[in-house]
Each structure stands twice: as C-alpha cells, then as structure tokens.
C-alpha cells in the first residue's frame, strides 16, 4: 500500500521512518538510546487468521460516549472505498467506516494484527489450487440508510475494483489475478455481465486466473466491499461513502475536516472485531505538527480526548518518552525505504554496490529527523523483520547494516573503473528536512569518488517526476513500499517485476529492474502452495540482491503517536502503520 | 559692522560671538547626527554587526566551526548529536561549551554561531543589494515622472499604481515554485537564482515608495527659480535632472534608504521563513523557521537569530529616524 499521501514519500514528517538497531562502530550515546521499537515484529501483522471469530466485541471497563478528535498535518486521499489505498484512508475506512469481506483485528496477547471475518461468515472457502473462492455473506448488515446489505451490493462493489481509469489510486488486485481481469474494466466501461464473481443466494463465487492464496488479505481491503449501485458516481462517492459500519460520514471537507458519526443502524452482533463507544470522531487535517505535539504535550481540556496518527517530531519525542510515555504508542509498520538506481543506467553492479557503502545512513536520518531506533531501523532485506519466513541475510560482505563507509566504495569505484561517476537523484527543495539530509547525502557520495548531482523539485512534483521512466535528469530514485498483507506477494511483483514502460510506466518499480530470470520467479512462487511461499519469497529477496543488487535499503519504517490522557484504547496496527481505531473509548 | 568679520568674508559672529561658517545641508546633518546619541549608538550596533558579517568566514576559521554540513571538516550529524537528533553536547541537555557558544543545531548539528554569522551576512547582503537598485529604480523612476508632466507622467503613475497594488506576498509565492523548476538541475545556480529573485522580488515591489516621495518633491522643485533659469538657459534636460534636481533631493533619498534598508532586512527573513526565500544558503529567517518546532526544549536556538534581526532592524531603523530627524530643518531635538 502507499504512504499516507504520496508527497510525503520521502520526507521525515509523515512518513514512517526506521529504526536502529545500535550497529557498531557508532560513537557511543550516553543518553543511551531511544526506548525503540520492537525491531523484530515490524512488519508482523501477525499470519493468524481466525475464520471463527465473532461478534459482539466487549471491552471491559470502557464507557460510551464522548468526542474523539484527531489531528493531522495533511488531508487524505479518495475516500472512495474502491479507491482507498493510503495507509489513511484504507485504516479509518476498514476501521470506522466500511466492511469487507475479511478485516484486520487487534490482538491484544502478541500485539499482532490478526485475520478475522467481517462481511463473510468465515474467511473463504478456496478450491484446491486457489482459483476459486468462496464467500457467504452475513445476515443483519446493514446500509447507514436500514438497508440490507445483500451479496449483490458486495459483488458490485468487486466490479468497481477492476475500474483503473476510475480509481487511479486504487490497488489493481482484482486486475492481476481474477478471471479475465485484464480485459474486464469494472461497470462503468464493460458492464455487469462479468463471469469471475457470481452470486447465489448469500453465496458469493470469486473466480481466478491464476491462484490467488492470499485472497483472505485481499478481501479486507475497503474495495472487497459492497457499493450501493445506482448511488455511487465516483466523483460525489468520494465524498460520502455509504457506511456499513459502526460510524458514518456527517460531514467531509477534503484537505480540511471529517465528522463520522454513529451509525444506527449498525449491529455489534454481526461485527467481529469493531466498537462503537465514543459518540462521534472529528478529524481535522490542518493541523502543522509542531502544534500537534504542542496540543498533546500540555494535555489540557479537549486535547485529553485528541490524538494524531502522524509521528511525533524528533524534538518532542524525548519529552514525550521521559514525561508522557503512557501516552507515546510506538509500534512497527511493514515499510521499507530504499534507494534504487536506474537498472537501465546505472548497469555496473559495483557502482551500485558502492553507492550503498557511500550511502550515509545514520547521518542523513538525523538530519531528515527520524529518531533512531524508533522511527528509523537499519536493515538489508527488502522484506521488513516480521514477515514469514524472513531470514536476514547481507548482500554487502562485512556491512554493517546502517554504517557508512565511503574507503570502501572508493575502492569499488576505482575497482569498476568509475570514479566521478554522477548520481543524480530528486530531493525536495521546499521541504526543510530533505534538504537538510540532501545535503549530508551530497557530502558523503563526493567523499566517495562518486559525482553527486541532486536534482531539485517540489514537494507537489515529486511524485510526477519520479515516476516519468524518461526522465533523464536522474538516475536514481529513493522510494519506499509498505505491504498489503505479510506475503512477498505484495512485495516482489510491484517492485521487482517488469512493467511495460510504454503503457503503463514504471509503477513502483523504482529501479526500472527488468530480468526475465525474476520475472519468471515471481509467476512461479505466487503458483506455489501457500505453505512453501515465505521461504520461497525469502530466497528470492536474497537471490536478487546477492545476484543483482538492484537496490539498497536506507531502513525500515516504526512509528510513535500520541494521545491525550482520556483516549484509551490506542494501539499500533502494525498491518498499516496506523492507530486500531476499531478498540478506541473515550474515558468518561 | 567689526573688520574681522570682513576678513572672515562669509563666516561671521553671532551675538555669543561664535563663529558661524556657511556649511552645506550635508555637513549640517552629519554635525547634528554625531551630536545625537541614539543615533551613534544605532551606527556603531550596525557597523559592529556589518564587521561580524564581514569577517564571518575569519571568525569560523579561527573558532573552528562550520556553517554548512557540506563543508568536509564540519562533524558529521552523527557524531555530534544525540539519537533524537538533539546535540550531544552543549545545550539544551549538556552544558555550555565554549567550542560551541550558541550550540549546535539540532537535526544537521552546524554551528549556530557560524550559521548566524553566515546569516547575517545574506541578510545584509541582500537587503543591501534591493535597497541600491530599489532605490535607484525609484529615484529614476520619480525623477522622470515629476519633471515630464503630460502622458509620461500619468502613465509612470499607473505603473506606479499598478505595482502597488499587486499583492507582494502572492507575488513572492508565485515566483518560487517557477525559480525552483527552471533551474532544478544545477544547484549552484540555484542557489545564485534563488539569491537574484529574491532581490528582485524585493526591488520589483519595493521601488514605488520612493519613485512617489521624489516625483512629489519634483513637482515643487521644478517650479523653482534655479530650474527656471536653467530652462531659459537652454540646459538639456539631463543636466538640469541630475545636476539641479537630484542635489537637493539628496536628503529625501538619504533618509528613505536608511528606513527601506531595515525593512528589506525582515522582509527576508520573514520571506526565508515562509520558506519562499532562500533554501542553498544559511539565512536568518531559516534559521528561525527550524527552530521553531524545537522552541520548548531548545529555546537558544531560536532566540539567538530572532534578537540579531531584532536589533539589526532596530538599530537599523533608529538611524533612519536620527538621519531624518538631521536632515529635517523642523525637527530640533
């Protein structure tokens, strides 16, 4: 899935950052360091699945009522369900909003997120080589309006999802692996006649094209959902999607504010997971950070009943881990950063490879303003730690993940016949924090023989210049990708596989890295048995980087929210990066 | 009727029997203006901080501290900050060293006084650079419009108009993002255009002003008996504009530099820190726009540049006033 907006992809503020674990060498900290993360869980949305939960959920101890205000710095992206594919908009869609076919649910033992069902009885009924899926959908859901909420409602809004020139934002799941859903471009373009999902009765058929074990992930998307047809012309949907769940929408002003208040006719009953304790929820998106932190440090009137899901500034983290810690949530979130030089142009894999050695890690994420260890943590897999199966492995003989030494990309420069060797990349010059680590970045290459060009652009532009396959201004891009669900399935294809340039650019294959040798890898593990796939993804990431080094890793993402005194039931949904809005009370 | 004051030819007595000697409206003013001692006390503030500015790259030298992380000798964040990106030493959370006397920044961890005193020096560079052709627009500009009557005069006074009208804020904000992508690819130059619009957005919003004080003092001037009689005489015009006219707007022009020079002085830094000056080189306004999220833990930080500009633009603007008030004949102090 993507950052919480797409600008913010490399900046220090909204982003996720990486946490450290204390490599060597480092020059000793006295403070001792950040209280981090748990490194090792980051990315565990947890594998379990539990296809026999059910509702209603009660929490002990909490009471009803109240206002839970929540600030940002930034406003969203389409809140159409089909199209909700931010770490925002799909968590407070699936969390308050709409229901799908499967969701995310916090468990409270291991911290982890677990797989339960939410539109469907269980969590689907797969064919024998994951081709065909079965769903049966609820009695008693029903629309914010006292409808039932029928099969047919949910088969159309899966129709919707293989609509890409509607949704642009959307995630193309449906188009990768249903039957004919290359062809098939959801009701507006080819119609509701379309084979891959059929409804009997309750009963909900998903056909594929080719084996889909991770359908069950899929279906908690807010697009696996039901849309009310004949009520949902995109441009207006957007800005009121119909709720199914405990909370609906009163009032939206994109960029500005949104007001959810309680839904009616919501059943706690037929819900496994969600709440509805406090009465109302008012997001406000104008809020710079620098006053957030303020409003949740001096704790004081309506601050008590307020939290944020952006990251608290470094500044204020220490204040707030010394002063206020039961009121920090610090948690994982399955987000690598990297840096990918252009495979067309960048074709000596020493150049790269010392790119990486030149690379000055610590350094530059302090002067972008992570806080080490917390929201910044060193790494070499693309795989984030908690991913199944994931083994850590060093493409890099004696790098220490996290260090910088700039003797030894010399030495492979001057081994590849490549000093002065320019890298030319993007950074955004109206954002203070990138600049600051541009810099820092400018000094260490040059200090490695290596020809540094940054290359300046604007926050708005950012995304459009590094996602032109043309431009020739540049010849690395730094990027980043959360997961969908803890499978390389939702790592490799959108990252390593070839896309056609021409049709549909480079997606976000930021490294432009075409080998059929992978590509074919890729096809052949999404084909095997669900049980032999993490070990398989496993050795593809090492393969790819001890064979091609396409990419470096600059750290995995961890977060730290902050919430006032009376918010309770704040936790990290480590599947997105985000608060689990589904157990949130107000204490009264 | 004594003989010494014959002797004297124009210097004569007055009735305490002081010499009174013929002195031009300059030298009267500079007179009055050592005799004033706010206005000593502002020039020596402002020519100390012009020194400091000066003599920056010899002051970091010899302190050793750096104002750019891209300088090679300059630590590395890492090996000066703490994990939060705080400094790991000086304040806010260790004490004071005199290595560093106004501490580190946090995040990039440079020298704040090497960056203040860099700062100081784009400051007064650039508002140096807008007050002389801002006031060499302005001064042109209202010379031509106040001496030409008829058409030019009214369409000078529109343009005049027009520009007041245009909102400079916008203006500022428009120009940026444009400066920014013309020249994304070259950051030196980047950094030199970033220097240049800012100047120009200064000058192209800053020269009415003046461009109206001088038209107006024009229009008396002109229907003066000297102008008159150089009409008659036959001088062309650019004589009688910079030879009669532009002398005697001598004290006009003085005092509205001394007052637009301050002004320009916050306007960048008020520009820098709307982030829509300049990013390449370390400036006051920047500095204070980062150190503001920081404030509650390390206020040093951002006091340090905030009292600089403070008492740059005042000391500033207090000569300005002491400059007008000696070369208004009404004033007496």
Same mark, same amino acid.
């Given at each position: ?588 | ?171 500022? !904000? %428009? *120009?940026?993002?444009?400066? =920014? ?5 070259? @950051?030196?130059? $980047?950094? /030199?255009? +970033? #220097? !240049? %619009? *800012?100047?120009?957005?200064? =000058? ?5 002003? @003046?461009?109206? $004080?001088? /038209?107006? +003092? #024009?229009?008396? *001037? ?10 008659? @005489?036959?001088?062309?015009? /650019? ?95």
């Amino acid at each position: 899935m993507r950052f919480r907006r797409p600008v913010i992809a490399v900046t220090a503020v909204g982003m996720l950052a990486l946490a450290a674990c204390g490599g060597s060498g480092e020059p000793a900290d006295d403070n001792g360091r950040a209280k981090g993360v748990d490194a090792e869980k980051l990315a565990d949305t947890g594998t379990g699945m539990d296809a026999e939960r059910e509702g209603p959920v009660k929490i002990d101890g909490a009471t009803e009522g109240g206002t839970v205000t929540v600030l940002s710095y930034a406003g969203l992206n389409s809140m159409d369900p089909t199209e909700a594919y931010y770490q925002s908009t799909l968590s407070i869609l699936s969390g308050l909003v709409t229901r799908s076919l499967t969701q995310f649910a916090y468990d409270e033992e291991s911290g982890e997120m677990t797989l339960v069902p939410d539109l469907a009885t269980d969590l689907g009924t797969p064919n024998e080589d994951y081709t065909e899926w079965e769903f049966t959908i609820r009695d008693g859901v029903k629309w914010e309006n006292g409808d039932e909420v029928t099969a047919e409602d949910v088969r159309y809004g899966i129709l919707r999802s293989f609509d890409r020139a509607s949704f642009l934002e959307g995630a193309n799941y449906s188009n990768a692996y249903f039957l004919d859903g290359d062809e098939y471009k959801g009701p507006y373009k080819s119609g509701k006649d379309y084979a891959g999902v059929e409804v009997d009765g309750d009963t909900l058929t998903l056909k594929m094209a080719r084996p889909f074990p991770d359908m069950p992930y899929w279906g908690s998307f807010p697009a696996m959902g039901p849309i009310p047809e004949g009520e949902d012309e995109p441009e207006e949907y957007r800005l009121h999607p119909w709720s199914t769940g405990p909370y609906m929408f009163e009032d939206y002003n994109p960029e500005k504010s949104l007001t959810l208040v309680r839904n009616p006719h919501w059943d706690p009953n037929t819900d496994p997971s969600r709440t509805q304790y406090p009465e109302q929820y008012v997001f406000d998106f104008q809020t710079d950070s620098t006053k957030i932190d303020q409003i949740l440090l001096k704790d004081q009137g309506e601050a008590q009943t307020t939290m944020t899901y952006d990251n608290v500034l470094a500044a204020n983290f220490r204040t707030f881990q010394d002063e206020h810690a039961d009121r920090l949530v610090l948690g994982g979130s399955p987000l690598t950063t990297y840096w990918a030089p252009d495979y067309r142009k960048v074709t000596d894999k020493r150049v790269r490879q010392a790119l990486a050695w030149a690379y000055p890690y610590r350094d530059a994420a302090l002067a972008a303003g992570y806080v080490e260890g917390v929201t910044r943590i060193w790494g070499t897999n693309l795989l984030p730690p908690g991913m199944p199966g994931r083994t850590e492995y060093n493409p890099l003989p004696g790098h220490e993940p996290g260090s910088t030494d700039t003797a030894k990309a010399r030495e492979l420069l001057e081994e590849a016949d490549a000093v002065g060797y320019e890298i030319k990349w993007l950074f955004q010059n109206d954002d203070p924090n990138t600049v600051k680590a541009t810099d820092i970045v400018v000094r260490s290459l040059e200090e490695a023989g290596f020809e540094a060009s940054p290359v300046a652009t604007t926050i708005a532009n950012f995304s459009t210049d590094r996602e032109d396959p043309d431009n020739d201004d540049i010849n690395v891009r730094s990027g980043g990708w959360l997961s969908d669900w803890p499978s390389g399935g939702s790592w490799f294809p959108p990252v390593f596989q070839s896309t056609d340039l021409e049709e549909e650019g480079l997606g976000s294959n930021y490294a432009v890295f075409s080998e059929p040798e992978v590509d074919q890898r890729i096809e052949e593990i999404s084909m095997l048995p669900i049980e032999e796939q993490p070990a398989a993804w496993n050795e593809l990431d090492e393969f790819i980087a001890t064979e091609y080094f396409p990419l470096f890793v600059l750290g995995y993402g961890g977060v730290a929210m902050a919430h006032g005194s009376k918010i309770e039931g704040f936790e990290v949904d480590t599947a997105a990066g985000m608060p689990t809005w589904k157990g949130i009370w107000v204490e009264q | 009727m004594s003989t010494t004051a014959d002797l004297e030819g124009l210097a004569s007595r007055d009735a305490v029997g002081q010499v009174i000697a013929g002195r031009s409206p300059t030298r009267i003013a500079l007179r009055r203006l050592r005799s004033d001692k706010v206005a000593v006390v502002s020039s020596g503030t402002v020519l100390l901080l012009v020194v400091l500015a000066l003599l920056a790259p010899l002051i970091t030298s010899v302190l050793g501290i750096h104002a750019t992380t891209t300088d090679p000798d300059a630590p590395l964040p890492s090996e000066v900050l703490s994990y939060d990106g705080f400094p790991a030493v000086g304040p806010p959370y260790y004490p004071f060293t005199w290595e560093h006397p106004l501490g580190l920044a946090p995040q990039t961890g440079v020298d704040n006084l090497a960056r203040l005193l860099y700062g100081l020096r784009t400051s007064l560079a650039v508002a140096t650079a807008a007050t002389v052709l801002s006031t060499l627009i302005g001064v042109s500009v209202g010379l031509v419009a106040g001496f030409a009557r008829g058409w030019l005069d009214r369409l000078i006074s529109f343009c005049i108009d027009l520009f007041l009208s245009f909102p400079f804020i916008l203006g500022a !904000l %428009a *120009l940026a993002p444009i400066v =920014v992508s013309r020249f994304s690819t070259d @950051l030196e130059a $980047l950094a /030199r255009a +970033q #220097v !240049l %619009a *800012l100047v120009a957005v200064l =000058v192209v919003f800053g020269w009415m002003g @003046l461009a109206r $004080l001088i /038209r107006g +003092q #024009v229009f008396s *001037l002109r229907e003066r008996e000297f102008v008159q009689a150089a009409h008659v @005489l036959g001088l062309p015009t /650019r004589h009688i504009l910079f030879k009669e006219l532009l002398p005697n707007l001598v004290a006009p022009i003085v005092v509205a530099v001394s007052l637009t020079l301050p002004a320009y002085v916050a306007a960048e830094a008020g520009l820098s820190y709307l982030g829509i000056g300049l990013t390449g080189v370390p400036s006051l306004g920047q500095t204070i726009n980062d150190a503001v999220p920081s404030f509650e833990k390390y206020p040093l930080y951002l006091w340090a540049p905030v009292v600089t500009v403070m008492v740059l633009v005042l000391a500033l603007n207090l000569l300005g006033d002491a400059v007008r008030d000696a070369f208004d004949p009404r004033t007496r102090r």
